[in-house]
């Protein structure tokens, strides 16, 4: 931007929100109203998407209802093996490793895990399946016959639910993990076998004393990303 552009307030705002977002990986124990995780699911249902056809559908879980989940999927990953809907990378190499790498180490610099401390990597990973103690998490699925754009469409509303929930001064963690056990999200919430699983996204009031909540990761300047032809 030339530096004598006025932003928009609309950009403004924008800006603020996405500069403002981070991944909260503990939350206090506080549920969050229905009201306001109504006004966020509107916010979220605003996203655009092939030929509208909107296909994301969200099961979201509250009081009782996380926490016997949280219970239940724990067991489960204790003893099963991964069976996501979609394949995880088969690796990360170059840039995309170096990124990866600087956000593992930010992390376990702030709780406290050593290089080559594989118990407390471990512990660390299984906090995902304890929802980082969120009181709310909510699974994202998309119709099979859509396809791979029916994934993306879901990741664009993946996208505006984490900035929905920023503005609504809630923390969120967008989480793969999850998705890694599809056939026991389908068991466990009745989904239908017409649905795949496509992330999972827990949410709720973050703990901002928490140091595991303490750092943020870079992004990449424009530059890097984008080519320009002007011939």
Known sequence: MNPTDVPTEDYSTLRRILDGRWTCRQFAADQVPREKIEALLRLAQRTPSWCNTQPWQVVITEGAGTDRF??????????????????????????????????????????????????GTMRQAL???????????????????????????????LGNFLLGAQSLGLGAAPQAALASYSP?????????????????????????????????????????VATWHTD
């Open 70 to 119: 949280r219970k239940e999927l724990l067991e489960h990953v204790a003893t099963a093996t991964p069976e996501p809907d979609f394949p995880f990378p088969a690796r990360y190499t170059g840039v995309f490793r170096d990124r990866r790498r600087e956000c593992g180490f930010q992390l376990y610099d702030n709780v406290g895990i050593a290089k080559g401390d594989q118990a």
């Open 127 to 157: 906090r995902n399946f304890e929802l980082f103690d969120a009181p709310h998490v909510a699974i994202v699925t998309t119709e099979v016959d859509l396809g791979v754009y029916g994934a993306v469409d879901c990741g664009l509303y």
């Open 184 to 224: 026991f999200l389908r068991g466990y919430f009745g989904i239908p076998d017409n649905r795949q699983v496509v992330a999972a996204i827990s949410f709720g009031y973050p703990d901002t004393d928490h140091p595991v909540n303490a750092f943020r990761t870079s992004r990449a300047e424009p530059d890097q």
